[in-house]
């Protein structure tokens, strides 16, 4: 009697084993298959943060006539952006023309909805941008020629502060960030505002100069 | 600095005209244009008040926009200066806009100024503005029978494929001596002999040159940003250097057919 029990007793438990082993055979394979997916998901995400959310045609701006480029926005509010532009200058009355390159980065503290339109204004934006300006003529460190730090200045690198105005308008109207914006700035570089500063007679309109803009939101 | 919220030109200057393509961009407006042709024919339309011609020469301007204006406003208050001669070193970063602003501040000159290129004036695309804005870079005139020589002397910011100086903008300088008819010489420059911007190797070479023209009376250079003045070659033909802005002064030369006149004028 009580080795049939033991043995009833023996044979369930290799039974609920077997029926344990059986079925975590599969399920350790899913969990595996599952940590790579959500791995491979994770690797992705992060490579899709850095595709551009948005491009820009801005006019002017001290980096060419057009520039031409692509960008992110980012923060809790969508308040800061990063953009990447290329410019061309044309020769005019010199003996060539230039390409540029610009590292942008805008703040957009207020976003304004107005009721009922797929309008919205944005009353103050601010931006600081490094332009670099390709060319024989133009260097970061003056060429061995001259003795160390004789200009001290870089020609080929400007540092710009802007202040604009953007108004904004979402393309559909739900379901979509698809977004048409237009902006205009008013920007200076350090060099003219070491000038400024050194000089009473140079006035406020004639180290800023305006750039007209446009962004495509598309994500 | 001054802003006028309130004045209305200042915003239609502000939004008129004035997108930027460039700090470096030679893009620029008809009136800085070939502002020394333009001054040199407003000059040699007129006659020399007296048998004595009278020039100012100002030094470095650079980023002495101020002084620069107490400059202009000091010579115009003079009636007896025939022309000024800006020595070089017009911007002090080589950008568009200082040009466009020492321009704005010396045509408010009520006699015409034309301008030597300087070192900083190569800066970035300078040269070429320099060139859309003024001319030539060596340039010459002939006014109360003196030969004015414009050099540039800046070799350090060229390479060997442009001379600097340029020996052969001086001799045909010389062979057109038939044609024009003066019988002294001056050449103005902005880098003097001896500086390290200048090529020294034909430093002699160049100075035994200019004595080829008639009767070199003196050289005259910026640069230093200090008041110079040497006999620089021990022959007599004096070297005189014009300070910059910053310090306030300008030199004022007077030329007669048989003596000259240098004066340090504080303004």
Not at chain 1, 121 to 145: A, C, H, Q
Not at chain 1, 199 to 218: A, D
């Amino acid at each position: 009697m009580i080795i049939r029990v033991k043995l009833f007793i023996f044979r369930t438990v290799m039974k609920v084993l077997g029926l344990l082993l059986a079925l975590s055979a599969p399920v350790s394979a899913f969990a595996v298959q599952d940590r790579y997916e959500q791995k491979v998901e994770r690797y992705q995400n992060s490579w899709n943060r850095l595709i551009p959310r948005y491009q820009k045609l801005q006019f002017a701006g001290a980096m060419g006539v057009f520039s031409l480029g692509i960008g992110w926005d980012y923060g809790k509010n969508k308040q800061w952006e990063s953009d990447l532009l290329f410019g061309y200058l044309p020769r005019f009355d010199g003996d060539h023309g230039h390409l540029t390159i610009t590292l942008k980065q805008n703040y957009i503290p207020w976003k304004l909805n107005i009721k009922r339109s797929r309008w919205r204004v944005e009353p103050f934006t601010m931006s600081l941008y490094m332009n670099k300006i390709f060319g024989d003529e133009f260097w970061t460190r003056e060429p061995d020629k001259y003795p160390d730090g004789y200009y001290g200045l870089a020609t080929n690198t400007r540092f710009n502060l802007a202040f604009g105005q953007r108004i904004d308008f979402r393309l559909k109207p739900e379901g979509s960030s698809e977004r048409i914006t237009l902006f205009y700035e008013f920007g200076t570089n350090d060099l003219y505002l070491i000038s400024a500063f050194t000089n009473k007679s140079l006035r406020v309109s004639e180290i800023f100069s305006l750039s007209l803009g446009l962004k495509f939101q598309f994500l | 600095m001054k802003f006028y919220p309130f004045s209305i030109f200042g915003w239609i200057l502000l939004l008129g005209g004035c997108f930027e393509y460039h700090p470096y961009d030679v893009r620029l407006q008809e009136k800085y244009k070939q502002i020394n042709q333009k001054n040199l024919d407003r000059l040699l339309a007129t006659v020399p008040h007296s048998d004595t011609v009278c020039f100012a020469f100002v030094g470095d301007t650079q980023r002495w926009y101020d002084e620069t204006e107490a400059c202009v406003e000091h010579i115009n208050r003079r009636n007896d200066i025939d022309f000024v001669v800006h020595g070089g070193d017009i911007s002090d970063f080589g950008m568009k806009k200082e040009f466009c602003w020492v321009h704005d501040i010396m045509s408010g000159l009520h006699v015409p100024y034309v301008a030597i290129i300087g070192n900083h004036d190569h800066l970035g695309s300078g040269g070429e503005i320099y060139e859309a804005m003024y001319g030539d870079l060596n340039f010459s005139f002939v006014y109360g029978g003196i030969k004015f020589l414009c050099l540039n002397t800046n070799a350090l910011d060229f390479d060997y494929a442009t001379p600097v100086p340029d020996f052969q903008f001086l001799s045909q300088e010389m062979k057109d001596t038939v044609e024009q008819t003066y019988d002294q010489t001056i050449a103005m420059m902005h880098v003097e002999p001896g500086d390290l911007v200048f090529n020294n190797n034909v430093k002699d070479i160049f100075h035994e040159y200019l004595k080829h023209f008639k009767n070199l009376r003196f050289c005259i250079h910026a640069h230093a940003h200090c008041l110079k003045k040497s006999d620089m070659f021990g022959d007599g033909i004096m070297y005189y250097g014009a300070d910059c802005m910053k310090h306030r002064n300008y030199l004022l030369f007077k030329v007669t057919q048989d003596d000259y006149s240098c004066e340090v004028v504080y303004f």
